[in-house]
């Protein structure tokens, strides 16, 4: 079945920082999201991407879908604190019926 | 609008008891999907339900099977508990008119927390 890789498994910057995650796939996706999950909360969504190349921003976050659509990334800028948590992609497998995440990048931000 | 809800929050019990966790889903959204996710891992898939019927299964055991009511709340059941059965589940809701920025996008309850003895 459908499996995302996600790479580093765990990273820890100093506040000001730059980060980032990558999200790799050796097949064609249909298309890729990316959540975000504080240390002992629940995943919430942060964006989905579609189209080949596409690049999306939401202030600080930069995401990215490959031309071939087998990779993502999410490039923070200047991490602060409150970046804290775990990053997920995750990807549709057989349909749009289930959802399969990536193992995750856990990002520390050191004050 | 209410978001997912989840309930119990945390439970404790033992090797071959069996469990239900419950879900209400999102204002809106009519399919509901359940996840287990274990210390330091990414949640796993375990099924989807949509129009009260399964719509599709990850790589989990029979022992995992699960109900969905015409308001769209779910329940996940799971019996002879096993030690490796501890873990967060997570309840997702998605689709209808209520689904942000999409259908397929899914909204998170704050999961249940099974430890099991």
């Known amino acids: 079945g459908q499996q995302v890789m996600q790479i580093p498994q765990y990273q820890h910057v100093q506040e000001g920082e730059d980060f980032t995650t990558y999200c790799n796939s050796s097949?064609?996706?249909?298309?890729i999201q990316w959540y975000k999950q504080r240390p002992g909360g629940h995943p919430v969504f942060l964006i989905q991407?579609?189209?080949?190349?596409e690049v999306k921003k939401q202030k600080r976050l930069t995401f990215q879908f490959g031309e071939a659509k087998k990779n993502s990334s999410l490039h923070i800028t200047a991490t602060q604190t409150t970046d804290v948590g775990t990053y997920f992609c995750?990807?549709?497998?057989?349909?749009?019926?289930?959802?399969?995440f990536g193992a995750g990048t856990r990002l520390a931000v050191h004050p | 609008e209410t978001g997912v809800t989840q309930s119990p929050t945390h439970l404790i019990k033992t090797r071959g008891q069996q469990v239900t966790l419950r879900c209400s889903s999102q204002?809106?959204?009519?399919?509901v999907s359940w996840y287990q996710q274990a210390l330091g891992q990414g949640p796993q898939f375990i099924f989807q339900?949509?129009?009260?019927?399964?719509?599709g299964r990850g790589n989990f055991p029979p022992r995992f099977s699960g109900l969905q009511f015409p308001n769209y709340s779910s329940e996940l059941n799971v019996n002879a508990l096993e030690l490796d059965d501890s873990a967060l589940y997570l309840c997702?809701?998605?689709?209808?008119?209520?689904?942000?920025?999409?259908?397929?996008?899914?909204?998170f309850g704050a999961g249940s927390r099974l430890t099991v003895l």
């Open positions: 204002s809106g959204h009519n399919t």
């Open positions: 097949t064609t996706l249909s298309n």
């Open positions: 995750a990807a549709f497998s057989g349909g749009y019926n289930k959802l399969i």
């Open positions: 339900y949509y129009r009260e019927e399964e719509n």
């Open positions: 991407l579609v189209k080949s190349g």
């Open positions: 997702a809701s998605s689709g209808g008119q209520g689904a942000p920025s999409g259908a397929n996008v899914l909204t």
